[in-house]
């Protein structure tokens, strides 16, 4: 099935540890975000790559660091995990479409996302 | 920071009843998505809207822009339980960037 599949699902944690979520889509898409949507079910975004270079960083700690290998995969890693950091994260791609005078991505394929809980 | 705000926060609903949620903003957009978000899932498109006063029909949802595209509805008639769900909008502010409003939780119950 054409997909935005990551993992793992569930990732329990101990402060101070280190983690990576991976995520891959297969609908071709050039443009692939992490979003952190926390327990209010707010839905914010974290960073947005397109073509594997980094487009949007939207003030996230540094320690947080997304890697492109390839315009399907979009990986996060997580140093020294805070009790803060415990949210839901979600992988989502989409594609860029150009007109004669501006460019826009079509709407956002989303992952199932991964609960991580820091512990 | 733009911010959108959602309406209600938390809807709880008998089936058969009709309702109304809103999506407001004090920017003007170019255009706006609703998605629809079920428990343990990531959100999933159900409509885009372009033009101010548009109206687009899925089944027994309607949604409507504002005709000065700041603002948004999104009408459920005779409402079921596979309705049940968080409501997201989120505009196109840019390329390569959707935010999302604060969202409403449907409930509806059988």
């Known amino acids: 099935d054409t997909a935005v599949s990551q993992t793992p699902k569930y990732l329990v944690t101990q402060m101070g540890n280190d983690k990576s979520i991976k995520c891959e889509q297969n609908?071709?898409?050039?443009?692939m975000y992490w979003y952190k949507q926390d327990s209010k079910k707010f839905l914010k975004i974290m960073f947005s790559y397109n073509n594997k270079e980094l487009i949007i960083n939207e003030t996230v700690p540094n320690r947080f660091s997304p890697k492109s290998p390839d315009k399907a995969h979009l990986n996060l890693h997580i140093n020294s995990l805070e009790l803060g950091d415990s949210a839901v994260y979600f992988c989502?791609?989409?594609?860029?479409?150009?007109?004669?005078?501006?460019?826009?991505?079509?709407?956002?394929?989303f992952g199932n996302g991964t609960r991580l809980t820091v512990t | 920071t733009q911010l959108l705000e959602q309406s209600p926060q938390f809807l709880s609903i008998q089936e058969g009843e009709n309702l109304t949620v809103y999506c407001n903003s004090s920017?003007?957009?170019?255009?706006l998505q609703w998605y629809r978000q079920e428990p343990g899932e990531g959100p999933v498109l159900l409509v885009t809207v372009v033009t101010g006063g548009e109206v687009k029909k899925l089944k027994r949802l309607t949604f409507q822009f504002g005709d000065a595209r700041k603002d948004s509805s999104l009408h459920i008639t005779a409402a079921q339980p596979g309705d049940t769900g968080l409501y997201l909008c989120?505009?196109?502010?840019?390329?390569?960037?959707?935010?999302f409003g604060t969202g409403t939780r449907l409930k509806v119950l059988a």
């Open positions: 989120s505009p196109r502010t840019g390329t390569y960037k959707y935010i």
């Open positions: 989502a791609s989409s594609q860029t479409a150009y007109s004669r005078s501006s460019s826009y991505n079509s709407p956002l394929h």
């Open positions: 920017s003007v957009f170019s255009s």
């Open positions: 609908l071709g898409h050039d443009t």
